[in-house]
């Protein structure tokens, strides 16, 4: 992406560099890291940085206008609406490839967004690893909008808390300590002081939940909710049955609330017109059937970890979908292989952090994450067996 700060990076790594990055970014929880992680940051130019940002903020002019929760309303399941839910969302992740245009140029597109938490803890040590093994330009940071690792921690701190005392907040997941993510809830731990709480552990009393800790049974005010219900509904019959109560009349609130999941996600993707978004339709509004299908992904809206896509459409995989209100169809992209490894060249997915603090008119831009491929798509399961791919964060241009 910057000839130059990449030229400089891969002549200068070594074997040797990237196993003590791994040594010590498994240091702080040993074992807890299960995905890969790549070998290289994505650099990014401030002109790239602009055309990413000005995506996301049109986005969220979307999200934040006044009819954005009647244009929602049907987004969400109605055998996983959770009572309560808050005005807005404390979190937004939107996912962009970075991609040619039909002119050779590089663009970014969106591929997904999410109401919904991601790696916000992790990436702090995953920075501060990462400066620490290689040579980082100190007018690139992974941090956006001026923040540093104090302030984006601080107020990562204040959106999970809200006004309670972190005993009385936790992060809520189903079997966390099985997760692939569980990196991130021990970090969450580890800078802003919360107990993970698996959802089977949860103590019901009417409205009120708690917890146990040290044989005590502490109240719970505040979930900052890791639940994905999509995965929920993947669970034991056990586990399911337990999980009904989240969908009662509870005493607490939500961090954020798991009717946002479904509010920003592939479901908002037709309602926003801008360059960097590939247009989308709901496939029950789909006037007709493009002839160049080629040129599109077919996409359930309500899904697990991207199980359901179909890259490569047909007409008969269209004729397939019994119920076309719980599909998309998106005009496809050509990621660009960018990055120059040893082999052959990585695709880069980058993922920007928006954080929302209650009393804000607007969320804000506080950080990333990034991922490389060099399969047909990002993902674990793609990737298998290759270098200079997995789990990476991208350092912007100041």
Same mark, same amino acid.
């Given at each position: 992406?910057?000839?130059?700060?990449?030229?400089? *990076?891969?002549e200068?790594f070594?074997?040797?560099?990237?196993?003590?990055?791994?040594?010590?970014?498994?240091?702080?929880?040993?074992?807890?890291?299960? +995905?890969?992680?790549?070998e290289?940051?994505?650099?990014?130019?401030?002109?790239?940085k602009?055309k990413?940002?000005?995506?996301?903020?049109?986005?969220?002019d979307?999200?934040?206008?006044?009819?954005?929760?009647?244009?929602?309303?049907?987004?969400?399941?109605?055998?996983v609406?959770?009572?309560?839910e808050?005005?807005?969302?404390? +979190?937004?992740?939107?996912?962009? %490839?970075?991609?040619?245009?039909?002119?050779?140029? !590089?663009?970014?597109?969106l591929i997904e967004?999410q109401?919904?938490?991601? &790696? *916000?803890?992790y990436?702090?040590?995953?920075?501060e690893?990462?400066?620490?093994? +290689?040579?980082?330009?100190?007018?690139?940071?992974?941090?956006?909008?001026?923040?540093t690792?104090?302030s984006?921690?601080?107020?990562?701190r204040?959106?999970? !808390? %809200?006004?309670?005392?972190?005993?009385?907040?936790?992060l809520?997941?189903i079997?966390?300590?099985?997760?692939?993510?569980?990196?991130?809830?021990?970090?969450?731990?580890d800078?802003?002081?919360?107990?993970?709480?698996?959802?089977?552990?949860?103590?019901?009393?009417?409205?009120?939940?708690f917890?146990?800790?040290d044989?005590k049974?502490?109240?719970?005010?505040?979930i900052?909710?890791?639940?994905?219900?999509?995965?929920?509904?993947?669970?034991?019959a056990?586990?399911?049955?337990?999980?009904? !109560? &989240?969908?009662?009349?509870l #005493?607490?609130?939500?961090v954020?609330?798991p009717?946002?999941?479904?509010?920003?996600?592939?479901?908002?993707?037709?309602?926003? #017109?801008?360059?960097y978004?590939?247009?989308?339709?709901?496939l029950?509004?789909?006037?007709?059937?493009?002839?160049?299908?080629?040129?599109?992904?077919l996409?359930?809206? *309500?899904?697990?970890?991207?199980?359901?896509?179909?890259?490569?459409?047909?007409?008969?995989?269209?004729?397939?979908v019994?119920?076309p209100?719980n599909?998309?169809?998106?005009?496809?992209?050509?990621?660009?292989?960018?990055?120059?490894?040893? #082999?052959?060249?990585a695709?880069?997915?980058?993922?920007?952090?928006?954080?929302?603090?209650? %009393?804000?008119?607007?969320?804000?831009?506080?950080?990333?994450?990034?991922?490389?491929?060099?399969?047909?798509?990002? %993902?674990?399961?793609?990737?298998?067996?290759?270098?200079?791919?997995?789990?990476?964060?991208?350092? *912007?241009?100041a």
């Open positions: 992406m910057v000839p130059s700060v990449r030229k400089h *990076f891969n200068n070594t074997t040797e560099k990237y196993e003590a990055y791994l040594r010590e970014l498994h240091s702080k929880h040993p074992g807890a890291i299960e +995905f890969r992680v790549a290289t940051p994505v650099f990014i130019d401030k002109i790239f602009d990413v940002l000005s995506a996301c903020e049109s986005i969220v979307v999200i934040t206008q006044f009819n954005f929760s009647s244009i929602s309303a049907h987004a969400i399941p109605p055998e609406k959770v009572p309560n808050n005005a807005h969302t404390h +979190f937004i992740a939107f996912d962009f %490839g970075i991609c040619e245009n039909a002119s050779g140029e !590089l663009e970014p597109q967004m109401g919904f938490p991601t &790696l *916000f803890a990436q702090i040590w995953h920075d690893v990462t400066r620490k093994h +290689f040579d980082i330009p100190a007018n690139y940071h992974t941090y956006l909008n001026g923040f690792r104090e984006y921690r601080q107020l990562l204040e959106v999970i !808390l %809200g006004k309670h005392q972190p005993e009385n907040v936790i809520l997941e079997l966390p300590h099985q997760q692939k993510t569980r990196i991130d809830f021990y970090c969450t731990t800078y802003v002081g919360i107990p993970v709480v698996c959802l089977t552990e949860l103590i019901q009393e009417g409205r009120n939940l917890y146990q800790k044989g049974k502490i109240a719970i005010h505040r900052y909710n890791r639940i994905i219900f999509d995965d929920l509904q993947q669970q034991s056990e586990i399911q049955e337990k999980g009904k !109560l &989240l969908l009662t009349d #005493d607490v609130e939500w954020p609330h009717n946002w999941f479904y509010r920003i996600s592939k479901y908002t993707l037709p309602f926003i #017109d801008h360059p978004v590939p247009k989308t339709w709901f029950n509004q789909l006037s007709e059937i493009p002839a160049d299908l080629e040129n599109y992904v996409k359930p809206l *309500f899904s697990f970890a991207g199980q359901g896509v179909v890259i490569d459409v047909t007409k008969e995989d269209i004729d397939k019994t119920d209100q599909w998309i169809l998106q005009k496809k992209v050509q990621y660009a292989a960018v990055i120059p490894t040893p #082999d052959i060249p695709k880069v997915e980058i993922r920007i952090f928006y954080f929302w603090k209650e %009393g804000e008119a607007r969320p804000v831009a506080t950080n990333n994450l990034a991922r490389l491929s060099k399969g047909k798509m990002i %993902g674990v399961r793609y990737n298998k067996d290759k270098e200079w791919v997995g789990g990476s964060l991208a350092y *912007f241009e």
